[in-house]
């Protein structure tokens, strides 16, 4: 499974870009840079994406991506919730088309689908598992797994209480959301995001439940507060005995 990851931050800008991810070209997790962060031949891979809620940086790029392969469709899965705010406020015909009916009813740019929260998918050949998390609107993490077995876990936007997915999961590598600095936890708390200190106990969990440590990667960091943020994860690194790696855009990660 070779996954890159095309936006890993909070906040965009000439260097950053938001949260998304590719895995093997074809199924995207989460939609802030697919446009952005693809060329016009990689787009036309995208078969699929997941979206674990619908903050904007999260479903940004689903309408250009639509409008960029308006002659194939891509099919999009999330909670009925995010479908349905995807579908009433971003590609509802106003803002933009409605690509759910565009350019025909019959062969759609987007076909939108319901995934419901401990229930195993198969998508595109993967396992698909969504996994409530908590966070300021309701939102879901993935464990992926493809059919050689290879799995990965994705938290989304989640803040404390990550550890409740443990008992359900059994991956290879973590690929986690983490906002802010310690010096600003409670309003990493507040905003449902992680800081240095609260992934730690949510590892320390991991290790507790599992018996182990898995290789972590970071990432929806916000660029302002990156270095502080890479020095606090090198010390929760040592005091836990883990690999945390902060993550970056183009970042390529093997499964």
């Not at 590719?22 to 939609?31: E, H, P, Q, S, T």
């Not at 940086?57 to 991506?65: A, M």
């Not at 705010?85 to 740019?109: H, R, V």
Request: charged share 20%; hydrophobic share 40%; aromatic share 8%.
């Amino acid at each position: 499974m070779e996954v890159r990851i095309l936006g890993a931050h909070h906040s965009e800008s000439a260097t950053t870009r938001l949260v998304s991810m590719l895995i093997d070209d074809v199924l995207a997790l989460d939609a802030g840079s697919l446009t952005s962060g693809l060329s016009l031949p990689q787009q036309e891979k995208v078969r699929s994406i997941l979206l674990t809620h619908y903050h904007y940086d999260h479903i940004r790029d689903i309408p250009t991506i639509a409008l960029n392969n308006y002659l194939r469709t891509i099919k999009v899965y999330g909670t009925a919730l995010t479908i349905d705010i995807l579908s009433s406020y971003l590609i509802d015909g106003k803002l933009y088309p409605k690509f759910t009916e565009k350019p025909s009813p019959q062969s759609p740019a987007l076909k939108l689908f319901t995934l419901e929260p401990y229930k195993v998918a198969t998508i595109d050949g993967y396992s698909v598992l969504p996994l409530p998390v908590t966070h300021t609107v309701p939102a879901v993490s993935y464990q992926i797994t493809s059919a050689e077995g290879k799995s990965l876990f994705y938290s989304g936007d989640s803040g404390p209480g990550l550890s409740a997915c443990w008992d359900y999961i059994a991956p290879q590598l973590l690929i986690i959301n983490l906002t802010l600095p310690d010096r600003f936890e409670d309003i990493a708390i507040v905003e449902r995001h992680l800081s240095p200190r609260l992934l730690k106990e949510e590892l320390v969990q991991f290790q507790r439940s599992k018996g182990y440590l898995l290789p972590v990667v970071v990432i929806h960091t916000s660029p302002q507060f990156e270095e502080e943020i890479r020095e606090e994860l090198a010390q929760v690194a040592k005091e836990i005995g883990a690999t945390i790696t902060l993550g970056y855009e183009g970042m390529g990660l093997t499964v």
